[in-house]
């Protein structure tokens, strides 16, 4: 007998109802060989079921009140304002020291208690590794590696268009008239510059034809590109001085030549052999696997849903992009098996979650943003994508010996986001929140709470379902003290948006609302919102509640490309479970999946974790 | 103000200025001033000795809590003061007892260094090289971190540990990480001086941040005698007649020293996390 190994699959965001229909439909031919050898099941999620979240209780086999992660975005209670959730920033402590980047994962992660026992493990893309544990093994970080400019993507769009203005979260560069151009990649923000600015690598763009020729500044020197083309990447440089410089990576993609010159260019990301923080562990291993495989996407969320959703490339664009991110991961994976000879294995594909993000109005004919013109293959290229992901497993079923756990799963599934819910407007409706100056909620507060009266506010919606109380001595301004006074708030919430009536569609929006004490417990359950909305499928918090922002209305259409989500009721939005053994009877849970693993390998730590191990012994 | 000096033994200004891959010495560069650093003709006949009459004894004598690791001192030490032995430059025993049997518990054989640098094999690999230099480190960090210090002064010696005529620029990557990590741990209150000593024909290498220098970039000209009185101006001492050299920034108004980041920078840096999360 060989040495016992565990290979897991992750599939972000594949949804049962959909995988169920196709297998029923001989659709899913690995999968369903996989269920006859083994067991499928749904499997239940966090609360919230959120990527991170959900992906940090499957790392730790603990609910969000033990690791901490409870949401892509929290709150300051210094200032009120968003921040990323995955992460801390840390001040630097004086004039040589760096800005730093600390991970807010708690808990124990199943890589961690096999290096305590000796087991090596390979871990590929999990999300909140970044920064990347030290462990036995060799890990590459997944969401929340950001790029050069610190966030989770700034793509850059250049055009001869006087009209055209920059969209969400782009750097717009306009180009003068003419068909031999300079201009630049935009890249980190530079700080010490009066005022501040970007650093930037000059490039030279010249229209000959049906293409473009883009002399980069980085390696390879040239390329040429036809229209509604990806290049590979493009390593550049960024001088940060005359001494320091940072490395990084873009693909540029030609939108149009005529009758204007329009291009894009993606976010930078970091470079894998010369990473401005460490992205793998240990660190020269992105450095390694990058000579070994070719160059790949870093950014944590690498598929570019941004461009999309600020129209600067269509949905067959963004299907060849996200087709790029997918085969670099798959390239990865097959590279990293065929040397996998003992311990943990994990890789994520979240191609999946981004891609049903943006193509499910496609499907949904109820869909604000469906119309019937629209080219009905789109909304097929989910199933089609559920299709490879089927053809990855097989690849990997290829590769199993009797000393292999197999794990096919996905993290929470989908649904359609066709209504949004502004959570502050309902809070100001319901004397909860009070605007200064006789204000009333509008778009015009659309972002950081600005018109927000403290003094006289008892609660405040921030990120993606989440309600927070103004709580003294924990806000900065709070007003509310524990006990019956809150308790009132929290009551006041709960049966005031229980059920919830979407008036203009007749249907309740808004199922229940979770109370942290019900759904958290653990070391970290204070840090989590005090109240979770549970949405309807269909309704989901509005972009401007997650931000800390307003509208006049309550209830308003969902009209963004981003047309798909899964921050709904979790009960409503399970994941998939596939394992090529038989799994006990009974609901499967996520927690579950670390105690499993553990016990598979034969390593302590397991029967400490919330979860049990599911294989029949 | 605070003094922390990293001596790294035998390094040369050839590999420290031109390697670009150390990211670390090129943020010291920047932030700083530097140069090469001539030795002026002291009388002494090795590195270590000149180290000691240019710079330790004048800073020994200025300072209330000095901690020296590695470093050979003829002057009476405060009472305060901590030593460390290292078998590699034959300093004197650590004192007090107490930090000796301290280390010992916490890093084990912590004087760590060949008795014979001369009968090390050609083949040494590079890892046991900076396993034992590692623990060096370590037990400065340690010291740096945990006890109160106003000077403070660690002689890493990893390169004498490496053969004549080897390719060493991996161990300067190394050492650029481990200059990295002291970086991180000085407060705003320190003057940082990185530099090895001239030696021979060799010239021999500084960089020096401090908050209030009011000088940055390369410095040419520099010797080794200036270095003491430097530190001293910048720190707030007055410089003993005595000393030979002269501080580099003699006669120049000092900094105010800024704050490293703006608070409105730090804002931009947190809301920036955000963008592009899809969610929003």
Known sequence: MGKKKVVVVGLDGLEPSIVESMLAHGDLPNLSRLRAMGSYTRMKTTYPAQTPVAWSSFATGVNPGGHGIFDFIRRDPETYLP?????????????????????????????????????????????????????????????????LRGGQGTGAFYTQDKT?????????????????????????????????????????????????????????????????????????????????????????????????????????????????????????????????????????????????????????????????????????????????????????????????????????????????????????????????????????????????????????????????????????????????????????????????????????????????????????????????????????????????????????????????????????????????????????????????????????????????????????????????????????????????????????????????????? | MKICILELDGTTPELIFNDERLGNIRRLMDLGLYGKLQDASLDSEDSSSIANVAICDPLTHASQRPILIGVRSDSSLPVNAIRVTCVATKSEPTEPASIHEELQQLFGDYAVGPKDPAALPEDRPLDEIVTTSGKQWEVARHLASKHEWDYFHFVETGLDRIPHGRVVPDYYLWLDEQVGSFMELLDSETIFLVISMPADSQDGVFLLAAPNCPLAGEYAGATLPDIAPTLLDLSGFSIPESIPGRSLVAGLEKRTPDAALAESDIEQLVQDRLAGLGYI
Not at chain 1, 120 to 139: A, H, I, N
Not at chain 1, 362 to 377: K, V
Not at chain 1, 473 to 491: F, H, P, Q, S, Y
């Open chain 1, 164 to 617: 055209v203005a920059a969209q969400e979260h782009e750097n717009l560069v306009p180009l003068e008239p003419g068909n031999d151009l300079k201009t630049y990649i935009v890249g980190p923000r530079n700080l010490r510059a009066n005022p501040p600015g970007d650093f930037r690598v000059d490039i030279r763009v010249q229209k000959s034809g049906e293409t473009l020729r883009i002399e980069t500044g980085g390696s390879p020197a040239v390329v040429e590109l036809r229209e509604r083309c990806w290049s590979p990447w493009i390593r550049v440089k960024f001088k940060l001085s005359m001494l320091q410089s940072a490395s990084g990576m873009v693909r540029f993609y030609v939108r149009r030549l005529s009758p204007v010159i329009e291009f894009y260019v993606s976010p930078v990301n970091f470079d894998p052999a010369a990473p401005v923080y460490p992205i793998s562990s240990p660190p020269d291993y992105a450095k390694r696997l990058s000579e070994e495989i070719g160059l790949f996407a870093t950014l944590g969320m690498a598929e570019d849903h941004n461009g999309l959703n600020n129209g600067r490339f269509d949905e067959a664009d963004y299907l060849a992009q996200c087709n790029l991110v997918y085969e670099e991961r798959e390239k990865m994976m097959d590279h990293e098996l065929r040397r996998f000879s003992e311990g943990f294995f994990f890789v994520l594909f979240d191609t999946p979650d981004r891609l049903q993000h943006m193509l499910w109005r496609f499907r949904d004919p109820e869909h604000p943003g469906f119309h019937r013109d629209l080219p009905a293959e789109l909304g097929e290229q989910v199933n089609a994508l559920y299709r490879r992901c089927d053809e990855t497993v097989g690849r990997v079923m290829e590769r199993l010996d009797e000393d292999t756990l197999l794990i096919a799963l996905s993290d929470h599934g989908f649904n359609s986001f066709r209504r949004s819910f502004h959570t502050n407007t309902w809070l100001w409706q319901n004397g909860l929140l009070a605007l200064k100056d006789g204000r009333t909620p509008s778009t015009d507060l659309k972002e950081n709470f600005i018109g927000v009266d403290w003094s006289k506010t008892y609660a405040y919606a921030l990120g993606l379902g989440g309600i927070y109380l103004n709580m003294k001595g924990r806000e900065r301004e709070g007003i509310l003290e524990e006990g019956t006074e809150a308790d009132r708030v929290r009551n006041a919430i709960t049966t005031g948006m229980q059920g919830l009536i979407d008036a203009a569609k007749a249907v309740p929006g808004i199922r229940s609302v979770s109370r942290r004490e019900e759904i958290y417990s653990g070391a970290y359950a204070g840090e989590s919102p005090d109240l979770l909305i549970n949405f309807q499928p269909g309704y989901r918090v509005s972009w401007e509640t997650a931000v800390g922002g307003f509208s006049h209305q309550l209830f308003e259409d969902n009209t963004r490309r981003w047309s798909g989500d899964h921050i709904i009721d979790p009960e409503a939005v399970p994941g998939i479970l596939f394992m090529n053994r038989k799994a006990a009877n009974g609901q499967a849970k996520i927690t579950d999946l670390s105690p499993t693993i553990l016990q598979f390998l034969n390593a302590p730590g397991g029967d400490k974790l919330e979860g049990k191990a599911l294989l029949v012994a």
């Open chain 1, 83 to 147: 921040d990323l959730a995955l992460s801390r920033f840390e001040r630097p402590k004086s004039m040589l020291a760096q800005p730093k980047v600390v991970s807010r994962r708690n808990g124990i992660a199943i890589w961690q208690h096999l290096t305590n026992a000796g087991i090596p493990s390979t871990v590929l893309r999990c999300p909140c590794t970044f920064p990347p544990d030290t462990l036995k093994g060799t890990m590459l970080a997944g969401v929340g590696v950001p790029d």
